[in-house]
């Protein structure tokens, strides 16, 4: 091989190469290239936008096209956010939003649901729906980040999902799945088995430290598990960058460690008495402290996982 070629391949190696990260500046993009349409298979897409807050990192969107319309996994969180997905989409195809699935019931992918036609179809599971309903009724009302749209609340004819559906739209089969508790206790996915696509919502963050406000942390390895064992080609998370089929089959194995990783650190103190306070101050979480959140959500995790040793999640 002549030195130009050895050159040329080593660049190429360098650019199939990307950093594993969250942060969209160490994997090289700038902030222009946001928000940004990504095609992962002939008919589906991910739409990535920043999540509000001052770590920069990308709210994950799915979409499916189809001959008869287009469903839509999670949105943004806030009204002008999901328009540019909604506009995105738009781009693509004429076809009008059929169905919007509701994986994640948190404001970040919700608060901008104003923003979707009327008339589309919700998909939700339950324990979700429970929670946006208590939301809409003003009890323990959080507003989204980013500034949820109070205007937009859940049609009564949402339909729901506890386990499993599968829908045809156009000739594509579409399963909603929920694989068990994980980050919001409602969590779905929506998973594509002709192309054998898997959207995992929050249950999967791509190289950002396991967020644990309202989650279930001995139910979501579980869920973890569950998508690992279907072996789809390609895992979208609901936060992080959509990979390509191999590298994403390594980050969700990425995630798993991590969130295992941190619930036995949390563990490890309880055992050892260490009050929860005291508890924060010395979690050591190795390799995980350079994730992007690491700081404000490791002190949520040691909460959360105390709770669940102290018996106070249900
Ligand atoms: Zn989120």
Redesign the pocket.
Known sequence: MGDVTRIAALATLLIAAQVRTADPIKRGLKESDFPRTIKVADNVYTYEDFHAGDEQFT?TDMFVVTDQGVLVADGQGDPAASKGLVDAIARITSKPIKYVVIC?D?G??TGGNASFPSGVSYIIHPTSKAILDRQAAGQNGRAGRGGRDPSWTLPADAQLVSDKKTLTLGREPIEILFLGRAHTGGDLSVYLPRQKILFMS?IFLNRVFPAMRSAYPADWPGALAKAETMNANIYIP??GFTEKGEVSKEELRAYHKALDAVIAEATRLHKAGVPVDEAIKQANWGEYASWTLAKSQGPIAIRKVYEQLDGKIQ
Do not use: A, F, L, P
């Open positions: 709210t994640s948190h970040d992918h929050e609901g936060h």
